[in-house]
């Protein structure tokens, strides 16, 4: 199965991230030295949102690649094709990243097989090479290429986690959800709403990520928290946003809803 992959360049702005310490320095400090970096943390907390920032404000194109069980090594380093009744070789995300120097953005790589880590060991020590076995081909990384992976290492189980082998190859960050005066001003910017309502729709996501582990697998992001107030901003009512947004992604189960539901009349009266 084909990788996916998105490519990002040239913007005239970088993305919109409001930092929590020092990680940018720390990012860009690795950059520099060729040094790779793995981002901990929670979904939706914004390590996607960061490596695109950091890509911007580095000049370095992007490719992004959501791993998945079906994410094989061949789909990151390319394989041959027909086109035009010919067979030809087709760099994948990681070997163009290789080739020119560019960014590439391994988002949840546990989530990939097991022989996508064997192909990152090289790149990630001071050889910075890339063995393709079917065209006989070791790249050697040029300059400015640099590789990020993410994880959640609450979301996963014994049966998908980095071996210790790996993560000590990585420089880490551990990312998580900002503290509220924080959030609170990454959702006014994002969403254009005002800022006392924003204000409760913060305090509401703390309230449902104290559940976690409780009622709740996972609690709410700061990505749906954004959705909540874009939906308020257009027009629609607190009640139907935050059921839409905040409650009904983060459950099936109809007790909790009705118990998640109860917080927001705690919050918003």
Same mark, same amino acid.
């Given at each position: 199965?084909?990788?996916?992959?998105?490519?990002?360049?040239?913007?005239?702005?970088?993305?919109?991230?409001?930092?929590?310490?020092?990680?940018?320095?720390?990012?860009?400090?690795?950059?520099?030295?060729?040094?790779?970096?793995?981002?901990?943390?929670?979904?939706?907390?914004?390590?996607?949102?960061? &490596?695109? !920032?950091?890509?911007?404000?580095?000049? +370095?194109? #992007?490719?992004?690649?959501?791993?998945?069980?079906? @994410?094989? /090594?061949?789909?990151?380093?390319?394989?041959?094709?027909?086109?035009?009744?010919?067979?030809?070789?087709?760099?994948?995300?990681?070997?163009?990243?290789?080739?020119?120097?560019?960014?590439?953005?391994?988002?949840?790589?546990?989530?990939?097989?097991?022989?996508?880590?064997? &192909?990152? !060991?090289?790149?990630?020590?001071?050889? +910075?090479? #890339?063995?393709?076995?079917?065209?006989?081909?070791? @790249?050697? /990384?040029?300059?400015?290429?640099?590789?990020?992976?993410?994880?959640?290492?609450?979301?996963?189980?014994?049966?998908?986690?980095?071996?210790?082998?790996?993560?000590?190859?990585?420089?880490?960050?551990?990312?998580?959800?900002?503290?509220?005066?924080?959030?609170?001003?990454? &959702?006014?910017?994002?969403?254009?709403?005002?800022?006392?309502?924003?204000?409760?729709?913060?305090?509401?996501?703390?309230?449902?990520?104290?559940?976690?582990?409780?009622?709740?697998?996972?609690?709410?992001?700061?990505?749906?928290?954004?959705?909540?107030?874009?939906?308020?901003?257009?027009?629609?009512?607190?009640?139907?946003?935050?059921?839409?947004?905040?409650?009904?992604?983060?459950?099936?189960?109809?007790?909790?809803?009705?118990?998640?539901?109860?917080?927001?009349?705690?919050?918003?009266?």
């Amino acid at each position: 199965m084909e990788a996916t992959t998105i490519t990002k360049q040239g913007a005239a702005t970088a993305p919109y991230y409001l930092p929590q310490s020092d990680e940018c320095s720390v990012f860009a400090a690795a950059h520099q030295n060729g040094l790779p970096v793995l981002l901990k943390g929670p979904t939706g907390c914004g390590k996607t949102r960061f &490596v695109a !920032h950091m890509a911007e404000k580095l000049g +370095r194109k #992007l490719y992004t690649v959501a791993c998945h069980d079906d @994410l094989a /090594a061949a789909d990151l380093i390319g394989r041959y094709l027909l086109k035009g009744g010919e067979t030809v070789w087709v760099d994948g995300p990681l070997t163009r990243a290789v080739r020119e120097g560019a960014i590439c953005y391994l988002d949840e790589v546990v989530e990939a097989r097991k022989d996508v880590t064997v &192909v990152l !060991h090289p790149l990630t020590d001071d050889r +910075r090479t #890339l063995p393709i076995d079917r065209t006989g081909e070791e @790249l050697v /990384a040029t300059p400015g290429f640099m590789l990020v992976a993410s994880y959640n290492p609450g979301y996963q189980n014994i049966l998908k986690t980095l071996k210790p082998s790996t993560r000590q190859r990585f420089l880490s960050l551990e990312f998580d959800f900002p503290a509220p005066e924080l959030e609170v001003d990454i &959702v006014t910017q994002e969403s254009k709403l005002d800022r006392e309502t924003v204000k409760s729709l913060v305090r509401l996501a703390g309230k449902l990520r104290a559940l976690k582990g409780q009622d709740l697998e996972e609690g709410v992001s700061t990505r749906l928290v954004v959705y909540a107030a874009t939906l308020i901003a257009q027009g629609m009512s607190v009640q139907r946003a935050v059921q839409t947004a905040m409650i009904e992604p983060l459950t099936d189960d109809d007790d909790v809803k009705r118990g998640l539901q109860d917080l927001v009349v705690v919050v918003f009266g």
